[in-house]
């Protein structure tokens, strides 16, 4: 059981996500990111302070959504991105084992995530 929590503010979108991102909700996940960026909003943030569990759907729908922001710009300076923040150390764990914590910029809070843009 998944829930997603959507704040548009100024500088970016974020997601608060609560529950299990498994294989049977991570199509939720990816169907809230598709409408983001349908709108033309490519700046995501990922709160995972809720997040109880990530599968490998759920990592693939990260990384696609990730590649599809960075392919967005909105200056000549300035594109999408994905950022997380709030992540729980069983979620770090997973993380670390499978290379994406080299892979996304990771904010001990949203409001940092938020800033970074």
């Known amino acids: ?6 704040r548009q503010l100024h500088r970016a ?7 299990r991102i498994d294989a049977a909700s991570s199509r939720q996940l990816q169907q809230a990111v598709e409408q ?10 990922l709160d995972f ?10 990592l693939r729908v990260l990384i696609e959504a ?8 909105i200056t000549d300076f300035e ?3 994905v950022r997380i923040a709030n992540m729980p150390p069983q979620i770090k764990e997973v993380f670390d084992l ?4 080299s892979l996304f910029e990771i904010f001990e809070d949203t409001v940092a995530a938020v800033g970074s843009f």
């Open 79 to 81: 594109g999408g991105d």
């Open 13 to 19: 979108d974020v997601l608060h996500v609560t529950g």
């Open 49 to 58: 302070a809720r997040l109880e569990y990530i599968s490998s759907p759920g």
């Open 98 to 101: 499978t290379g994406f914590t």
């Open 36 to 45: 983001l960026f349908r709108e033309g909003r490519c700046r995501l943030v």
């Open 66 to 73: 990730r590649k599809r922001a960075r392919d967005r710009k």
């Open 1 to 6: 059981m998944m829930d997603i929590e959507h």
